[in-house]
Each structure stands twice: as C-alpha cells, then as structure tokens.
C-alpha cells in the first residue's frame, strides 16, 4: 500500500502526507476498529434514556484516539472535530516544515446505529495550510479519508492533486499490532448506466411528509423499482454506492426540518471521495456543487445529494426545478 | 454467560443444549467474525460478475465452521443448511442420549451487502429431534441463535422452554481465543407503545410498484413520520427493531415477486426470537402466524411481516384487509 501511495504522492511535495499523516489515520482506524469491538456495553444503550452515555464514551474514544496519533505527526498544525468544533493548534508541529496541515474529522459517524451493532463510519478531511476556514474546500481540501466499521475493517483514500487529479482508493485494514493495510481496489469509480438496478438511500425520509416534491421523487423510485439500501449511516451509505458502483443518497432540506450535515466534517470529505471516483455531490437548497463553496464556521451545514452524476442530476432537477 | 442460561434450562433436562450445543454456536459464531475480518479479498467482489465467486467462498467459510463445531456436539443428530438444503445425519452423535437435535441454518445472511461492508449474520434453528420437517414449529423448534457482525459480534439467543416460556437474550461475543461471552441484556423485550419515533423496514420495496396496497402503506409510513432504517439483511433489520425496543420489518409477497425467505433457515428462527421479545410474526399471504404451519421440505418460501404487535397487526390489515 505504502508503495502505491508513495507513487501517486511523490511527484507532488506530500511526503509528510504520505510517510505520516495517512499512515497515522489509517493506524488510528485500526485502533478505532478494534476498541469498538471490544465496547460490548455500548449495546446497554439501546433505550433511549441510556442511549446519550453511551454514544458518548465510544465517539470519546474515537476521538481521543485520532488526536493522539495526529499529534505525534510534524506537518499536522491544526485539528477540530465534530465533537470539539473548534480549531485547535496542534500543539508539537514543526513550524518550519514545508507541509502545514489542517484536520478536520467526524470520530465516529452513525450514533443511532451503534447500539444495534450497524456498520459505522469515520469522516476525516485533510487541508493545506493551518486552517480550513474561508478556503476553497475543492483545491485546499488536498485529501479525505473514511473508515467503515463492519464485519472488516476498511477504509476509503481520496486524494486531490495539485494538478487536478483526484484518485479513490479502497483500503482494507489491518489488525492493530500489524497495521498491514492492502490495497483492495486502486481505483475506486463509479460506473456509467446502463444498471442492472439502480440503488437509492432517502436520507430524512419524515421530510417527505411535508414536501411534495421529496414525496414524489420517494415514488419515482419505487414506481421505476430501485433498490432500497438505507442504514441511516453516512459513511456505510456512501461506500455503498462506491463499492456497488452506483446508487444515490439524497438528505434534502426542508422548512420543517433543519439540514444536519455538517459541511466540514461530513459533507466535504464526503465529496471529495464521491467526485474522486467519478460523482457529484450537490446542495440540495440550491444545486450548488458542495464543494463550490467555503464555510467561515466549524459548523455550517447542509443538506445532500451525492452519488451517480445522472442520478444527482435527475435528483436536482425533481427538488428544484434546476 | 454460562450460569445465566444453565438456570434457564436446567429444569427442563437440556443439558446437552447447554453445555455443548449452544457454546458450540456462539464459539462458530466468534470464528466466524474472525474469519470474516480477514476476508478483505470479498470486497473485490462489488462487481456484478465478480460477486458469486466472493459470496459463495465466504458462505462456505460460516458453512464449514458451523459443521465443524456442530459435530462434535454428541446429540446433535441432524444438519442442514441454506448451503446445502437437506436433512444429513451428523455423524458422530449418541443415539442414546436423551437429547437428539436437528440444526437447520443459513450460515451467512446478507450476500448483497457484504461487498460493501455491512453487518451480516447468521441464523439457525435448534429442533427437538431427528428432524425439523413435518414438525411444529411453536413447540419442536426448542431455540433459535442468530449471529450479528458487525462493529462488534454479538448474538440474540432465543428459548423456547417446555413449559411455554419464552426468553431472549442479547450476548457479546468474545474473541475467538478467549471465548468468554457475556449477557449484554438477559431479557430483550419489545416496548409497548407510545413511541417517540416509530422505525420501519420495508424489505422487497420494487413489489409497491405493482401493488397498490403496499404503496398505500409507504406512504403510510412516510406521512405518519416513521424513521426509515433498511439495510437489506434480516439479521441486522431484525436486531435493530429488538435493540431499539421497537420496529417492524415488512417482505410482502406479490404475484409479480416470489416470497424469498425460507421458512426453515430463515423464517423460523427469526419468528421464535421476535416472539420470545414480546413482538409478532406473520406470513403477509394469509396473515397466518409464522410458526403456526410445518414443513414438509427444507426450502418451502414465503413473505414475512413481523416486529412490535401492534405495527404487525396494522400492516396485516393494510396488506390483506384482515
């Protein structure tokens, strides 16, 4: 893996990238992996009363784990997360270097799912420069990483180019004490139609009580007999549709009900692992591609669209009339 | 672990069950998990063309180790499996011990989203006897296990006791090496309502295209504000409603779609562990009760409708105006 990587990476001044800060989020999803396995108590947390305690432990361990390891890395300047939306010096980067990184991470993705051991998710994206406040998330967001918790353990890699490029790459991770990650499929792309069947996975189905076009569009998809996959699990909904080959996740916004994505945590890393293999990712609200646009706080959010270019497409235009 | 359930079962002369049968399946079941996370080569199988080749070699994984575990268990008599769906003999039981069981199960459940890293599981039926065919199945099938991989490995263990009583529990698997188990909850119970959210699960979604009252129900569902969780596996679909404490899972059959789930490897285990939880399962082509009707052969179909009662019950009104 590390050679593939060196490979794509080397031409571009990444080294501490390649020979730090993906090794080190890698490890940590491993780590994350097997500290989930053993956190049989968080299934206690099935009720609803008891369910706050418990997310929390297990998204504080996730936490603690990735700013451990994005601490011992030189390059890494700055961090925040979805649990602590605030950025932070990284405290020991060396300020010299010529590589200055800003992460901006969701630790652990899908709480309502945990307690019913579902398929849960780590969102991670990597910036140029020591902050990813008011920059251009589709030439500074330089690279994005998900984990995906299930049965494996494995991992996707975007990684945005300075000469445009984008690659996406599955990983599959190895056992924490060996931390031999493989490369499962080099290049991770969404295909062309026509499909076989086509998947769907409607986010914030309640919206659709309310608003007549998501209701429609819910029709569209049952009436033309697309596939139903919907975990409720950013991450596991998304590698879905990247390991399929194809599907769409729609999260539309509505008066009623607020958009939860957050953009940095969620919506951006996820756009670019969904542009790198071939996709698009829009904001529901106004068509707007996600990744057109910074945010000036830690917690801006936003609704989704993303997955298969002509079904992004058709999608936008059913919301919005675009 | 162990006492918990030898004080379950030891009135009733289930020895055996107790003290070979059933580690047997949770030890096959920690294996199994093991296994699985080292499969990173399924992921390969995302494509269309790939995939039978993947599915079939991590089936036949869970197949063998099951097997293997089951027949060193004396008074296990009888074996089959969704893998190979007919009655063998054991081998190597005592046919004079005074426990003699047949094992019916389907080894790993979820093909389609074991590619993209989803939980899957196992399911499998204990029987009193030398076989499960031509049997009751509310009195004969005596237990039933079902084996959850995901972030974590857990099982739901249901009994189904002589003198009518009926338990389900949650366990956490333990390592491979280790083995040591432990009750995450000793009695899973689905809640009564009122509900803050109600979740449901509708399974074989293309049939509403064609049938009028199943898009009736959707809408349903959708209108009344219930929050969507799909994931296309049994196990997992079925485990999130007995973690939640509440759900309903909904596979209707049609003229245009055929009933997909097996009554023995699929059907009978779930029904046991959802009614020994407190909830309901019925066959959505007559609204007759799940175990209510026998088997003459291994691989007999049929649609599934099951979960908390009173969401069981109004779906059997909305599909079939019972």
Redesign the interface.
């Known amino acids: 893996m590390d050679k593939y990587l060196e490979n794509l990476l080397s031409p571009h001044e990444r080294t501490e990238l390649c020979s730090s800060v993906l090794p080190a989020l890698l490890d940590s999803i491993s780590n994350i ?1 097997d500290s ?5 108590h ?3 947390a ?3 009363n008891a369910f706050g305690d418990g997310q929390l432990n297990v998204d504080i361990l996730a936490e603690d784990i990735l700013r451990a390891a994005l601490k011992k890395c030189p390059a890494v300047m700055t961090m925040s997360s979805e649990e602590d939306p605030v950025e932070r010096s990284a405290g020991e980067s060396e300020k010299s270097l010529s590589e200055q990184y800003t992460i901006a991470f969701d630790p652990l993705d899908g709480s309502s ?8 998710g780590t969102i991670i994206g990597i910036w140029d420069g020591p902050s990813a406040l008011n920059q251009n998330p589709s030439t500074k967001q330089i690279a994005a990483v998900l984990g ?7 991992a996707i890699v975007a990684l945005n180019l300075p000469n445009g490029e984008r690659h996406c790459i ?1 990983i ?1 991770i190895g056992k924490p004490e060996s931390m031999n990650h ?1 490369i ?2 080099p290049e991770v792309q969404l295909a062309e139609p026509p499909f ?1 069947t086509r998947y769907f996975a ?1 986010a914030n ?2 919206c ?2 309310e608003n007549g076009r998501y ?1 429609d569009l ?2 569209h998809f ?11 699990g950013l991450v ?1 909904d998304v ?2 549709a ?4 194809h599907g769409v996740y729609v999260s539309p916004v509505t008066t009623e009900s607020d958009a939860k994505l957050r953009r940095l945590y969620e919506l951006f890393p996820i756009a670019l692992v969904i542009e790198a293999a071939g996709g698009k990712t829009v904001d529901p609200a106004n068509g707007e591609d996600i990744l057109a646009r910074s945010v000036a706080h830690c917690d801006e959010r936003a609704g989704l669209i993303c997955g298969t270019t002509e079904e992004v497409d058709r999608i936008k235009k059913a919301l919005l009339g675009l």
Chains 1, 2 share one sequence.
């Open positions: 992996a989930l396995r053993e956190a049989h968080v299934s206690l099935g009720t609803t799912i945990i307690a019913p051991n579902w398929t849960v995906v918790y299930g049965p494996r353990t494995t599955e599959g493989e499962i499929r076989k409607p189905l309640r659709a009580a209701m819910i029709t049952v009436s033309n007999k697309y596939t139903l996959r919907y975990s409720g596991p590698v879905h990247l390991v399929k080959g």
